[in-house]
């Protein structure tokens, strides 16, 4: 937890950017894994640990923006919790180290809401991505759930998502530290890949990585010698020399906080030569960004300078052919490319999302693309100072979409199906670093950036410890 002030300032500030009404920010509750008293890992709401800081079920917080007072609803525990939990710090405890003085138990939460509704005062809240919480909230405000988010509160929405995608001092002190632990997953993972290996037994040991941290991986551990399959969680794969092993994982630290890091190496160490020729293009790609961001800039150009900096290495190894500006402006790269350059990152590794990816990523500035690959963009607004986001450029060669287009002869005037037809099992390669926007550029996150370059991977891979 950071100091109570971070809290009270942030509090603040949100209520600075409010009329009037209140705010009400419902905590997680614990959720059943298959029977009430065997649970999912607790994992706190976004929201709630951003104003509130509790990480804790049972928990809601409120800002009645007319009183300018802050509010915490919570249970003491009983005898019985003890009994099984061990003692706990009392609510008010807990609530004065975040700094809010007025405290009341759970149930008075109903009452106090009903109030304030019959006296018609607006209650904002962002939607709910919880079942457990769609129903409360559904109780609570007596709105139906099915009708929570289109009830949520846009002016409530945009002011969070001002505030939070500007990281503070103490987030980006603790984004950079806890980048060491994002790379000791990846050099795991990258000293076990060698012949013989099974994709599980290093999926398995990059999550101890993140739980003998205090955290836990930010997503699910996506490791697979398929990467053309963007989001691959199979892990019973055998590793042979000469594959590709895409391995896109991130740290969850005990804050909360995300890192997001994706690496590809052949196993064995040394990349082919047709290994090589694609892998320089997406690093060229990715360095490119790296070297170019800067506030002011939109994170959509980068995405077009991504995508234009893959088209002319796939031109020069003649599977694209044709200008390259044309190209990328029809969208033919997305035949390699199918999803966007990144995304915002902080207390959820695609930050905000549940409040509305267009919110975060686009803001009032620019309408999404509903061209195929571009449309998958999900942060594309202006850059500004204290942004952190993803740089995770492709090249994939995923049969069935090859086959697809094909048959339609799509983007025929960009694109060199005969060529495509030796990269059939080639499969797929990403590269993702954690940038931080500064006031004159942009740098990436922690103070060792996890090896990249053909020359890092030969010296790391397969080697043990
Ligand atoms: N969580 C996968 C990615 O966005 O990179
Ligand atoms: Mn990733
Ligand atoms: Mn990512």
Redesign the pocket.
Known sequence: MFKREVYLQRRLQLRNSLNSGLVLILGNSESPYNYPSNTYPFRQDSNFLYFFGIDHPGFAGVLDLDEGQDLIFGDDVDMDDIIWMGPQPSVSEQAYNVGVEHTHAFSALSEYLKKAIAKGRKIHFTPPSRGENKLMLESLTGIKASELKASASVELIKAIVKLRNIKDANEIAHLDEIQKVGYLMHTTAMRLASEGAHEQMIAAAVEHVALQHGGQV??PV?LSKRGETL?NHYHNNILTNGDLLLV?C?FESPLHYAT?N?RTFAIGGTFSTKQKEIYEIVLAANNAVTAAVKPGLFYKEMHILAARTITKGLKHLGLMKGDIDEAVAAGAHALFMPHGL??MMGLD??DMEDMGENYVGYGDELERSTQFGTAYL?LARKLQPGFVL?N?PGIYFIPALIDQWHSQSLHSDFINYDKLKDYRDFGGI?L?DDLLITEHGGRMLGNQRIPVTAEELKAIVGKGF
């Open positions: 930010s997503f996506i989001h896109d991130g997001d994706t990144g995304h590794v695609h999900r993803t995770e990403r993702e």
